[in-house]
């Protein structure tokens, strides 16, 4: 089985980011922006936007994080988002999810502009994506996409499962396996024979969040396995795939830690830096 390394991918893919924007500096005139909107104090979300914070310094982009209370009112973090909107110096706008419940998170997703979405979360991305003009495309259905060509994995044709709905993952994801001419299915909570489709599937992509609920005497031999579940188990972080007994049945897989997560940051950065190049009418 081949492990599908995201990790050392997305540190190639950086580096190389890291020197696109040192040799169009002179030219732009200033450095790629991201600003990330922090509610609250969620322990993991403090993690990735921490994670992300690192990440883009490390390619020479301009980061700034702006956390707001959790008590934050929804008309404060629009107020902050039309600022960071017509700021010309930013970018790239993400705000990290979840956000607390007595947020209205559409409407706070909407108010990012759609040249500055660099999350691809705003409707108007969202509709050129399903009309095949890529604009911004979510970070990990984009990031799982550079997986399966640096692996040269075709998967035109074959039966692809994407378990999982979100607008965020599953419906991006499902969407661009169809563009690469995979036969899709989109299995969900309320899917009836997920064994079944399992058992068909030459291709899986989890993204449920239930700690490794798959497992290997339920996959079909030779499939390729992305796991893109994050889920904390005893401290330690595992997938919605279970690690064991795949080596015998799967001809490759992502692992968790160290497969879709580190790719998830480094298509932020690409996405911003993209941002940048257009804002400033880069090459
Ligand atoms: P979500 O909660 O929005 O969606 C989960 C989906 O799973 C839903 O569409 C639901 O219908 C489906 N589901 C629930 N129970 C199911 C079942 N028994 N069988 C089949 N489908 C079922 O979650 P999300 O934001 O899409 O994230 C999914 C997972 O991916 C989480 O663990 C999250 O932490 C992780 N994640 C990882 C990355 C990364 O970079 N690696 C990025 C985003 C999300």
Redesign the pocket.
């Known amino acids: 089985m081949i492990h599908l390394n995201g990790k050392s991918l997305a540190l190639e893919r950086r580096e190389a980011l890291a020197q696109r924007v040192t040799a169009q500096l002179a030219l732009a005139g200033r450095p790629p922006g991201l600003s990330v909107i922090l509610v609250g104090d969620d322990p993991a979300s403090a993690t990735y936007v921490r994670s992300k914070e690192r990440a883009a310094a490390k390619v020479g982009i301009d980061g700034q994080v702006i956390r707001l209370a959790e008590s934050v009112s929804q008309d404060e973090v629009l107020a902050t988002l039309r600022g960071l909107a017509e700021d010309p110096s930013v970018d790239g706008i993400l705000v990290q ?1 979840p956000l607390p419940h007595h947020l209205d998170e559409q409407a706070v997703l909407d108010a990012v502009p759609a040249h500055k979405d660099v999350d691809g979360f705003h409707a108007f991305n969202t509709g050129l994506l399903f009309q095949q003009r890529p604009p911004f495309v979510p ?2 259905p984009l ?1 799982i996409t550079h997986i399966l060509d640096a692996y040269e994995i075709d998967v035109q044709g074959k039966n692809a499962l994407v ?8 419906r991006p994801m499902a969407e661009l396996l169809l563009q690469r001419h995979a036969t899709v299915t989109i ?5 009836r024979d ?1 064994e079944t489709l399992l058992g068909q599937a030459d291709v899986v992509v989890a ?4 700690p490794e ?1 798959i497992v290997a005497s339920q996959l079909k031999p030779g499939c390729i396995l992305i796991d ?4 904390r188990v005893d401290g330690k972080l595992v997938g ?1 795939i279970r690690w064991e007994g795949l080596e015998a049945v799967a001809a490759a897989a992502t692992p ?1 830690p160290g ?3 580190p ?3 480094a298509m932020l950065l690409e996405n911003s830096v993209l941002a940048w190049q257009r804002h400033c009418n880069l090459p």
Request: proline share 0%.
């Open positions: 999810l970070c990990t990031g378990i999982g709905r979100s607008q965020i993952v599953g299995a969900h909570s309320r899917t997920l993204a449920v969040g239930r609920m893109v579940g994050i889920n919605d968790v497969g879709v997560g790719m998830t940051i």
